[in-house]
């Protein structure tokens, strides 16, 4: 690739996570503030609820697709008309089925796990809501293969939007379990509607064997990753639905959500705009270098203050807000999903860059392990510790992040923890001052004061010992905000 090549996609990578991070920032001060509402208005039995039947959706949207949407994306040509056409149709060909089946079966599931009325209209509605999904699949995959991140996230801020204004509504109103139930459908027909508003594409009906014959060849076991994936997650969720009470069971997913935001907030941004900039910069190993140190070295530089402040500050909330009390049985939970998350956040973008550079059997290899770790862990330790087994298991898992760190050096000769280092070494000074002056936090008011100032220490520490590597792509937040 010639250096005004490598410009402008260096120059798209910057733009796509500046504005992806930018966005999502909103989306989850959104989810936040939602999340935080709904905590209060519902029980942790309504969660579990919700947490084991969107776990049951998980499992149909991983058979709706094999791995071709990953495959378009990773190509190096452009997609034709025909491989569009073809993929589309052969996903829908799949969906249909898969809701014909799903359909068939939910008396069946209602019975194994005991749903009441309500959990059964809610997984009716999450199947519909898995139609509307698929739907948007080839639009996604056309703004993502040209970096167009500022377009891509406004169906999501949408839809979040619909979603969660509708259930809190509708929770605010007594609707329990039916209020996630309404919120899934309307979510998904605003993301429909607008995706194919911000990334126009005709659908069309066709099959060519011809057109999608490569695309399996890396699709498959792209495929068999995912598979994996929702085996030591997905699958998970249903057995300790089984096992648990599903008062544990929302326990657990309100541990993970919570100890998962800063994830959320800033690592999927990395991660969705990383694998497809990766794949176009796959043939220059110099650039791939220094945009893996970038990745590691802005990751650090927010998840590690975010997920130290979030698990400091969420205890004290607990006794300022006396309705949150219900989940402080949760904490050790969340204490240890916050471990787990930040370790993952690294281990993520590399496993990343291996599929970007077709090393997709070493990434199989990462999951076979880290599935079968999992399922070996979790539910041992449940047995002992009870539903807190699983919290302890990730940790465990997570430590195994040196595995994807030494795969892709043999590729590309990059540094982590010289990226890490500074980031660490400033979270942990602003923490002190956070811990030091917790007492003082009798209400709401004060606690926010406190964030803000730690915050501020933070931002201060990293602008004096980060300002060569942060204010480069100050102009460039500030367009993409």
Known sequence: MDSAGSAVIKGKIVRGVMAMTGRTMLLQIITFTATFILTILLS??????????????????????????????????????????SVFTLQQAIVITLLAAAYFLVPYISLFYRLSHEGIFLLNALLISFFLSSLKTIPSILLERKLEFSRLVIPQILETLAFYLTAVILAYLGMGVASFAWAAVLRGLVGLVSIYFVSPWMPGLGFSYRAVKSLITFGLPF??????????????????????????????GWAKKWAETPLRLIMDSVIRVTFPAFSRIQNDKILLKKALEKAVLFLALFILPASVFLAIYIRPLMFIVPRYAKW???????????????????????VNALNALGGIKKTLFLMVIWTGMTWIMVPFLTRIYGFNGWAYASVAISLTV?????????????????????PFLMTAASALF????????????????????????YLTLSWIWLKREIKPYLPRLISSA
Do not use: C, W
């Open 44 to 85: 942790p039995a309504v969660f579990g609820v919700f947490f084991v039947v969107s776990a049951v959706i998980s499992f149909l949207t991983y058979f709706s697709d094999i791995g071709l949407a990953a495959a378009l994306i990773q190509k190096k040509e452009e997609p034709g008309r025909v491989e569009l056409v």
């Open 223 to 252: 495929q068999t990753n995912s598979l994996l994936a929702l085996v030591k997650d997905d699958l998970l969720t249903l057995y300790l639905g089984k096992v648990l009470p599903f008062a544990h069971v929302g326990y657990l």
């Open 402 to 422: 040196f595995l994807p760190v030494s795969m892709l050096k043999k590729e590309v000769n990059f540094k982590i923890l010289p990226n890490i280092l500074k």
């Open 434 to 457: 956070a811990l030091a002056t917790l007492p003082l936090a009798k209400d709401i008011y004060s606690l926010a004061v406190l964030l803000l100032i730690s915050g501020a220490i």
């Open 328 to 350: 402080n049985e949760a904490l050790t939970a969340f204490y240890f999903f916050s471990a787990s998350s930040v370790l993952a956040a690294f281990s993520s973008p590399l």
